[in-house]
């Protein structure tokens, strides 16, 4: 059986989460794959309002199996308030929620060593969430992390404390504006609540359930234009957000990944800094923020935004072999008097509809098309056949460019307010 994969294509914040929760109901297995805690993924139901940071999407369902792949990195203490809020609302985690063993873990030190590099950088810092994710990949990349399977070793505490030991020879002075004591408290707490979850060999659970026939859906965090080889380094996170990540992240042989989602907004938003072609610095920018309530679920930041950008869209649909589109927000352009979707960029005198190696401000100049807007209210469509002909014109005008069929359309963060095509 092969393993569907979704994926957000633009800079994260595209809203993977609201489309792993519809979806879920068509998948017995849901895997997150890469990332960790510097994810928030929004569902909304019930008129209540979720977020998830480290748990996979599918958690709200009652059938499907939940797996934190070997790709993620947790941070026991978010771990712990994520597991303490799902409790409140009595979602059933003991069976659903399956932790691989090899899956990193976040220490304390990891998010001090996180800030001091992050204020060292000055004006150049790249916008870390500072949840410690970097220095935990360093450590994972430098054979020095510590695994959710060390937790149940005896010499668990002997290697914490090695590891924080060396932790603190980095840091030097920064070391001393943090009071380790308490988070360490805190996360020796959030160590006994994974110890109170199953924790597998999730390559083999997985090889395993595909034998069986289950259906597997690999869930990505952030975007493809974060990822670490392909995104805009370096400005980027530190795992691999594309499809080749549900590989190593979960184990799943590349001749086993089936549907590719690809999820984007109908515009385009980034947080923190690094390059972007279409950005926004007047009043539209200012609307599509305040209608599209942009502000990041993990850090509160207010988020960038912009035009569409077909190039850096058609890049990553290319890098991940994409073979569905679901496009998010549609209902946040209502009203505008006009879109604006870039087609193309002026670069070293040439036109062309590709990211080039030094796409930024200086180099690259994006060339706009310009399109009718919508007035029509879109939140309460119940389907797609009852949309206003300028939204399906903007649809099939992508469709069309990115030469990839759009089979979702969001009209709103509720589940119900998804339209298939």
Not at 74 to 93: C, S, Y
Not at 398 to 417: A, Y
């Amino acid at each position: 059986m092969s393993v569907d994969v979704l994926l957000g294509l633009q800079w994260g914040d595209e809203g993977k989460g609201k489309i792993v929760d519809v979806l879920t109901q068509d998948y017995d297995i849901i895997a997150r794959f890469q990332g960790g805690p510097n994810a928030g993924h929004t569902l909304e139901f019930d008129g209540i309002k979720h977020v998830l940071h480290t748990i996979p999407s599918g958690i709200f369902h009652k059938k499907a199996i939940n797996i934190v792949g070997n790709g993620v990195v947790i941070d026991p203490i978010i771990f712990k308030k994520e597991i303490d809020a799902l409790n409140k609302l009595e979602v059933d985690l003991t069976k659903k929620l399956l932790l691989s063993k090899k899956a990193h873990l976040i220490l304390p030190t990891h998010k001090i060593l996180d800030a001091a590099s992050e204020k060292a950088k000055g004006k150049s810092k790249i916008g870390s969430t500072l949840k410690g994710i970097g220095p935990t990949y360093m450590d994972k990349t430098g054979r020095n992390g510590l695994r959710v399977g060390d937790i149940s070793s005896s010499e668990f505490k002997n290697r914490y404390d090695k590891l924080v030991a060396k932790h603190s020879r980095m840091l030097d002075n920064d070391f001393m504006d943090f009071d380790l004591d308490s988070l360490e408290k805190e996360w020796f707490e959030g160590i006994e609540v994974l110890k109170s979850f199953t924790h597998i060999d999730s390559e083999h659970y997985l090889h395993q359930a595909q034998k069986e026939g289950k259906k597997i859906l690999a869930e990505g965090a952030q975007g493809t234009l974060l990822d670490i080889d392909f995104g805009s380094y370096p400005f980027v996170t530190s795992s691999n957000t594309i499809s080749a990540g549900a590989c190593t992240g979960l184990g799943i042989a590349p001749n086993k990944i089936g549907d590719v989602f690809g999820i984007f907004k109908a515009y385009c938003t980034r947080v923190g800094s690094g390059p972007f072609p279409t950005e926004l610095f007047d009043e539209v920018g200012e609307f599509i923020g305040k209608v599209g309530n942009e502000f990041g679920a993990t850090t509160g930041r207010k988020r960038r935004c912009g035009w569409i950008d077909i190039p850096a869209l058609k890049y990553a649909i290319a890098i991940n072999g994409v073979t569905k589109l679901m496009m998010m927000k549609a209902d946040v352009l209502s009203n505008l008097v006009n879109i604006q979707v870039c087609t193309h960029y002026k670069y070293n005198g040439e036109l062309i509809d590709y990211l080039p190696f030094d796409a930024s401000e200086d180099t690259i100049e994006p060339v706009y098309k310009e399109l009718a807007a919508w007035k029509e209210d879109l939140t309460k469509l119940s389907s797609i056949d009852n949309a206003p002909s300028q939204l399906i014109d903007y649809i099939d005008f992508l469709e069309k460019e990115l030469e990839t069929p759009i089979v979702v359309v969001s009209v709103g963060p509720d589940r119900t307010q998804t339209l298939n095509r």
